[in-house]
């Protein structure tokens, strides 16, 4: 958690790092904090990558984890300006929102996206077993369960956030804003003919560029929501949907007694 908390404040010092900061010191905060948290991530990720299956594998180098810390450290500006892409998104998005402090101290769904930025980024450079204890540190903070391999595009919104669950696999694009309890499942686990689950098979849904998923939705497969549709509360959906479609429940039609 502290590695965690440790690149959050250099992401963003004066908010959750020191209030008082300003151009004379904010550098030395900044990069200080910095290079604590990615010494500690360091030495996290060469312990994680000791690890294949449930043996220990001897001999991954320090010098190996360094590479893939420098390599992560790299790509942080362009995970703050993400951010910065889903804050806005929130501020727009939900009228309750009065500032931008609020929405990056007080939503569960911004914390949860902040995590899973930096969690994503470990597993797209191989450090896989560290970005998985971090979301789940993420899961553990907000209710919010993204998998660090989920591929979620600029202008994310998670309004509420308690219970969603976004898979492995799935891949949302741009503008995308979803409520909470929402679920971006599997279908179905294929297996191989020895009946084992197939890892990393594509069984997660596409939702595709400015579309909204309101409170309660299940969408489950390799599906795809076409840019622009609104899928409807508690919608249990499993094919795919055109763009700019409406997609609601079945509506209920009380029958005479008798009937």
Avoid at 85 to 93: E, K, S, T, W
Avoid at 176 to 186: C, D, E, I, K, W
Wanted: net charge negative; aromatic share 6%.
């Amino acid at each position: 958690m502290a590695i965690l908390d440790g690149l959050t404040e250099a992401l963003f010092p004066r908010h959750y790092g020191q209030s008082d900061l300003d151009g004379e010191n904010i550098d030395y905060f900044v990069g200080n904090t910095l290079s604590t948290a990615l010494d500690s991530l360091s030495a996290q990720i060469h312990r994680g990558a000791l690890f294949v299956g449930d043996e220990l594998e001897p001999g991954f180098a320090h010098e190996e984890a360094i590479e893939l810390t420098r390599a992560f450290a790299t790509q942080l500006p362009s995970v703050r300006g993400l951010l910065i892409n889903d804050l806005r998104a929130a501020f727009v998005g939900d009228p309750a929102a009065r500032n931008f402090p609020e929405i990056l101290i007080g939503y569960p769904g911004m914390t949860a996206i902040i995590h899973h930025r930096l969690a994503h980024l470990l597993y797209q450079i191989g450090a896989r077993l560290v970005a998985r204890l971090m979301s789940e540190i993420a899961h553990t903070r907000t209710g919010i369960d993204i998998h660090p391999g989920a591929r979620i595009g600029s202008g994310f919104f998670i309004d509420h956030g308690t219970g969603v669950v976004i898979g492995e696999t799935a891949i949302i694009g741009n503008n995308v804003r979803v409520y909470q309890a929402v679920t971006l499942g599997a279908r179905h686990f294929p297996t191989d003919d020895e009946g084992h689950v197939i890892k990393g098979d594509a069984r997660h849904p596409i939702v595709e560029d400015d579309v909204v998923i309101y409170a309660g939705a299940t969408v489950l497969g390799r599906i795809t929501i076409g840019r622009g549709s609104t899928v409807g509360g508690n919608v249990w959906l499993t094919k795919d949907v055109p763009p700019n479609s409406i997609v609601t429940q079945a509506t209920a039609r009380n029958s005479p007694s008798g009937a």
